[in-house]
T-cell receptor
């Protein structure tokens, strides 16, 4: 069964450092998303992406965040200067159809120290 | 975004049916009703979605009220593996609309 894969599974970084979280969506999907979940809290939407541009973003997705689809397979989330409060589980998701079933990856746990 | 209301938690015995309710009184005509679940330490997982008619798939059934102001996710025989947080989400059919997760219902399954 096709799946969304995320790497790394766990990343520890120092405050102020840049991190790039990587995702490989399902191959024929066109709609991509990033979410995050702080420990013990709800899943929060960050950004949606289609046709090489951002479709929608939340208030969380400020200038410190950026997304990119550098090639035909990867979808990345970059945090330019990490803060302690960026520590969370980050989930990538993809959909094959507009408004259809979204497939989520297993997440990357980001710990900022 | 139209809001949904779910109980914080529910409990079920193993191998019995579970009915998870969701109220969405401000639903609009173009909103689909989606259900996702999140097992411990995993990413969210799609369960089912529908617009007006009841829907069935291999995981569950979705019963939608005639006025669409509420819906019920039905797990026909709960297993220990069904213990998870279940989210009822309204999502517009048009545009690359994201899923907006609430707090969901934490389902515990007792052996």
């Amino acid at each position: 069964e096709p799946e969304v894969t995320q790497t790394p599974s766990h990343q520890v970084t120092q405050m102020g450092q840049e991190v790039i979280l990587r995702c490989v969506p399902i191959s024929n999907h066109l709609y991509f998303y990033w979410y995050r979940q702080i420990l013990g809290q709800k899943v929060e939407f960050l950004v949606s992406f289609y046709n090489n541009e951002i479709s929608e973003k939340s208030e969380i997705f400020d200038d410190q965040f950026s997304v990119e689809r550098p090639d035909g397979s990867n979808f990345t989330l970059k945090i330019r200067s990490t803060k302690l409060e960026d520590s969370a589980m980050y989930f990538c998701a993809s959909s094959g159809t507009q408004g259809g079933e979204a497939f989520f990856g297993q997440g990357t746990r980001l710990t900022v120290v | 975004d139209a809001k949904t209301t779910q109980p914080n938690s529910m409990e079920s015995n193993e191998e019995e049916p579970v009915h998870l309710p969701c109220n969405h009184s401000t639903i609009s005509g173009t909103d689909y009703i989606h259900w996702y679940r999140q097992l411990p330490s995993q990413g969210p997982e799609y369960v089912i979605h529908g617009l007006t008619s009841n829907v069935n798939n291999r995981m569950a059934s979705l019963a939608i009220a005639e006025d669409r102001k509420s819906s019920t996710l039905i797990l026909h025989r709960a297993t220990l593996r069904d213990a998870a947080v279940y989210y009822c989400i309204l999502r517009r059919a048009s545009g690359n609309t994201p899923l907006v997760f609430g707090k969901g219902t934490r389902l515990s399954v007792i052996a």
